[in-house]
């Protein structure tokens, strides 16, 4: 049966992109990768090779030596953990070519112990997942498809504010890196124009008073040409809004450097990093007041939102009286 | 062929958009059938075959069933006939399963896929018995002791509250 490779991406196939990127310009011997990887020369061209099936564009063979043709936008360790030194995500990078699904494979490999601060990245997901049964298709290599393992030292209400916290890292990296600004519909979709390109998916395992980990899965359409059928009036990508191609190294790179910042106040600050994160989202989303919206919850119903509570719940107004969102999806039904 | 390998065979069928297909291997045989009933295979065929050449997500067009139909009272297994005096005696010694959170509670992963649990089945510690969602976190609600479920006291797609009982495990 012809199961997806849901293997990590080969150590060699990192190391190969790299060591060519940094010599972007010469041809570099089949002698020298083998050297420097400490293997031989025929294994150099088997890994080349499959670098090639997977799209890196390389050109030469084992007597000319290897050049990359342009230097790829592969979201691979050995690219992107020097971008984040300093952060709880350099040391443990887990790239993937395929994969069914990033928070899957994280949440799997957290039962299983795997520490804090480490990243999964999927340069296609074929299984991915949104809230219930919601599909995430993720087109090779176009969006970045991440989860991230964390163990935070709290209570689990506390931990919902990661929610939050995941979309703000999003706009900020967006913001930095595009010059786009991105609205926040609660709890965490990314929107532009009205549109989402981002979605999160947070999973959590915990006992009654600890946390013992929490996933955190982050899709960002970033150079999607287009979407069509039934995405097309409410998805887009960053390519599609700024006009240009972004890349994903870059981005991927802000995105966890902004989360990493993000969640180190929320480790340390208590109580004022807490209504500084539920202040600066409000100051970043339309959503959280006087938008008059439909809520899927409690057999639906509609309302005008009123801020958010103390643990982070939107509030909305309705012909009732005040209520208190908890999970259902929101919608805007006063235009964007 | 284990339940592992069919749910991969349905996966790659899924994937590959196959709608039908039957596999027979001593006496084992296996026939799928995709189709607009086959509700626990289709989740992810609409977002993916509606769409194209670069399908992305989905979030909002699947809502309505995602959300709705959990959310709709008396869908599901709710709690079990609450069964006479004898019983509700005996639940002093058993051990409760709380809520870690305000939230929704989910008794499947996801619309259409069986509940993790019922009133009966055998569960080991650390095993996921359900899930409460806030704020698109989902919790994953872990049996802290290894036993029988003998109550299940929340139904499917309502509110709970932070301590709220919703399990009760006899402890074998």
Sequence with gaps: MDVPPDNPTDARLSRIVRLLSDNATVLISGTRVAEELGTTRSEVWRAVQQLRDLGVQITGHPSTGYQLESVPDLLLPEVLGPMLSGTIFAPHIHHYFRLGSTNMTAMQSAATGEPEGAVFLAEQQIAGRGRGANSWESAQSLGIYCSVVLRPNCSPGDALLLSLIAGIAVAEAVEQTTGLHPDLRWPNDVLLDGRKFCGILTEMNAEATRVRYVVIGIGINVNHPSFSGELEPIATSLRMESGREWSRVELTAALLRSLGNEYRKLAEGGGPARSSILQRFAERSSFVRSRHVHVDEGGGYEGVTEGLDDRGFLLVRTKAGLRTVFSGMVRALDGK | ?172
């Design chain 2, 1 to 172: 062929m284990n339940q592992k390998e069919i749910k991969e065979l349905i996966e790659l069928l899924v994937e590959k958009d196959i709608t039908e297909f039957e596999l027979e291997r001593g006496d084992m045989k296996v026939h799928v059938k995709r189709g607009s009933t086959a509700a626990p295979v289709v989740p992810l065929a609409p977002a993916v075959a509606g769409v194209q050449p670069f399908p992305v997500a989905t979030a909002t067009p699947t809502p309505p069933s995602s959300a709705t139909p959990q959310a709709g009272p008396g869908r599901t297994s709710a709690p079990p006939a609450p069964s006479p005096e004898s019983e509700a005696a005996s639940d002093a010694d058993l051990f409760i399963v709380k809520s870690p959170i305000v939230g929704t509670y989910y008794e499947a992963a996801s619309p259409g896929t069986p509940p993790f649990v019922k009133v009966g089945d055998a569960v080991k510690e650390g095993q996921v018995l359900g899930i409460i969602e806030a704020m698109k976190l989902m919790n994953e609600i872990e049996a802290e002791v290894s036993g029988v479920i003998a109550r299940m006291f929340v139904p499917n797609g309502s509110p709970v509250e932070y301590g709220m009982p919703l399990f009760g495990i006899r402890r074998q």
